[in-house]
């Protein structure tokens, strides 16, 4: 891994005001998209590339970071002429698991048994019994939505809102097993955010220029719940672990669910143990082999990595950044691999900022007050990455 060059303009940062008017201007931006999507994607390698760029924090000021979070995520395959068609696919199949799982017993009036479909029905197929429970799983998911960063009038809007509360239900319809829990919304929202910024960027482009037949289906605005669907599934692959309070093993390819792993110590045993075992093998191995001090000094304070990194890992660091930089450590999650395997490593570097941030004896008490750089974060995963492999 090389040391990364980073750029330092957010995407929705306003360009510098320029003085009279250019009739090139309009010109000029376009082809900069043009240039733009040409640099990223129009390579033979393009794929390691983009890759690197999301590594180095350069996707920051892209027009293109939703295309790029699809191919990690992968969402579009890397052939580029199965793009069109992959997504139109996955658009079709949000279409139908919608169609499925939000319903309005309403409409069906008069073409079941009202013995069976009514209010008052418990029968097991009742739309009536069913849209009951649906009610109260989406009022649980829209508490959560509506404490969707606060900050951000963005989210705020009743649209927004009802995207994210339809794409999380929809979502728990088609994973029974798992259904919702609290903070998947916090991984479906900057998911949702990036493609609304892409989209508008696109849209502008548009009024004054020809874009491709790429483009104008991968970033149709029309399919902004389809999209952000479909990332945030795949997301959930790898993070569903995290969530679960199940463990799943294969045997004999078969999958098993088990419930417990025996002689777990007390504090192992809670919400899911992977995600336990997770943070206690960041903390027990590679923050022990990183900083032996910082270790020890844990240990001696008997400070257990469940209490500050459950929420780390689960949430991606969602709360530990401003949203303009936690896109930047989720261009690097992403682009590193779909295993998030990076994880681990940015996990071990917020410790090391935060001790060199602090004093030993506060490091808890400033761990939701120290304002976390991103670029000193992304530098410190660089050298323990290097220093453990």
Sequence with gaps: MQHPNFETRHPLQQEEQETGYDPLQNYNRNRDRKKEWDDLF?????????????INGRLRSSRFRSVCWKLYLDVLPEDKTQWISRTKELRAQYEKIKETHIT?????????????????????GSLWNKFFQDKELRSMIKQDVLRTFPEMLFFQEEDVRT??????FCYARENEQLLYKQGMHELLAPIVFVLHCDHQAFQHASETANPSEE?????????????????????METAEPWFSSF???VRKGKEEMLTSIPFARPQDSGPSVA?????NRIQDQLVKKHD???????????????????????????????????????????????TLDLVDYVFVAMLLYIRDACEFN????????????????????????LFII
């Design 42 to 54: 129009q390579n033979s390698n393009y794929l390691a590339r983009i890759r690197q760029a999301g």
């Design 104 to 124: 309005n017993p309403r409409k069906a009036a008069g073409k079941q048994d009202l013995v069976v479909n009514n209010p008052l029905s418990q029968d097991e």
């Design 163 to 168: 995207k994210l509360t339809d794409i999380l």
């Design 215 to 235: 483009m104008k289906v991968l970033l149709d605005p029309k399919f902004h719940e389809h999209d952000a669907y479909a990332m945030f599934s795949l997301l």
């Design 247 to 249: 463990e799943r093993e």
């Design 275 to 279: 995600i336990v075992t997770k943070v």
């Design 292 to 338: 032996i001090e910082l270790y020890m000094h844990l240990n001696r304070l008997e400070i257990a990595p469940q209490i500050y990194g459950i929420r780390w890992v689960r949430l991606l660091f969602g709360r530990e950044f401003p949203l303009q930089d936690l896109l930047v450590v989720w261009d690097a999650l992403f682009a590193d691999s779909i």
């Design 362 to 385: 506060s490091l808890l008490s400033v761990n939701n007050n120290t304002i976390i750089h991103v670029y000193s974060i992304i530098y410190i995963i660089y050298t323990v990455y």
